[in-house]
């Protein structure tokens, strides 16, 4: 694979069964409390795994740290909150690397198996195909309220928990049902990401808005004024891209582009067998089991959102 449509991880075959799936992603803290802010960072983490069709085997930690300033109590709790996350996901934190920073950044390498037929690339969706989210949006909208002192407590533990949330179900219902594309949704938001999705492929996405997952409190937040500066880069930078209807409220517009943390995984799955998808979700217990649109053919690869 190339790196011409930014994809979730690298992939290298051992053999002609089985293929490494390597990722890292560490950042500084999207919550205060530092065993929460371990939970976040770890999910995060291993989230590429999950969207390439991969089991997680091990992993490491990558960790800068102010020492002097926070203390080993502090970094204690970062490592317990990323090693609690790497055991409901089966696997154990085999060592990492630390540095001396002013700023605390947190971590991990994630090391998986995939076969190397079954790997899932964030292109190969049809036209037809269902797009399927597996977390509720708005969840950099809410943080930026939470670093704020501008979210209440039940909001705040919601949209941690979202965060800390593996993907680890999801991806085991995708991999038994079978679809034709996956990537998780990041920093580029629902629509940076999906358009990834379409690069170079000739096919759109319609999209309806009151589809989409949002988070209880975030067009609250966007009313009251309070949004993160990357989710208006991204509604700007990806704006080519997006055709909104005249119905669609700013709010929502701005949901779309809303910058994630850990988010849900984005699904291309054959019309045929997208029943079967939601249900297996749900038997799981995703987060969210969203049917959000349908991939289409678009020679300007365009994202319509409708009203």
Request: aromatic share 6%.
């Amino acid at each position: 694979m190339g790196h011409e449509t930014g994809d979730d991880a690298a992939v290298y075959r051992l053999s002609d069964d089985q293929a490494l799936v390597e990722t890292l992603d560490f950042f500084p803290p999207v919550v205060d409390d530092p065993f929460q802010f371990g939970r976040v960072a770890a999910a995060n983490a291993f989230s590429d795994v999950y969207a390439m069709g991969g089991r997680p085997i091990f992993a490491l930690n990558i960790l800068c740290f102010p020492m002097k300033a926070l203390g080993h109590e502090v970094l204690a709790r970062v490592l317990a909150g990323g090693d609690s996350v790497a055991a409901e996901a089966g696997v154990s934190v085999l060592g990492g690397h630390s540095v001396d920073d002013d700023v605390p950044k947190y971590g991990m390498v994630v090391t998986g198996l995939v076969h190397p037929d079954r790997v899932l690339q964030n292109t190969g969706a049809k036209a037809g195909d269902a797009l399927f989210l597996t977390k509720p949006l708005g969840s950099g909208i809410l943080t930026t309220a939470l670093k704020k002192g501008k979210l209440d407590d039940v909001r705040a533990e919601r949209v941690i928990a979202i965060m800390s949330e593996l993907n680890k179900s999801a991806a085991e219902a995708m991999m038994e049902i079978g679809v034709n594309a996956c990537t998780d949704v990041t920093g580029f938001g629902l629509a940076g990401h999906l358009h990834e999705m379409l690069a170079k492929t000739g096919l759109g996405a319609d999209l309806e808005a009151d589809a989409l997952p949002i988070l209880d409190g975030v067009q609250q937040t966007l009313d009251a004024g309070i949004c993160p500066g990357g989710t208006r880069r991204n509604l700007e930078f990806f704006g080519t891209w997006l055709e909104f209807d005249d119905a669609v409220p700013e709010w929502q517009r701005l949901v779309v582009a809303d910058a994630q943390t850990s988010g849900g995984l984005l699904i291309a799955c054959p019309p045929e067998r997208a029943d079967a998808l939601a249900a297996a979700l749900q038997e799981r217990g995703t987060s969210a089991t969203a049917r959000i649109g349908t991939f289409v053919e678009n020679a300007d690869e365009h994202i319509r959102i409708r009203a």
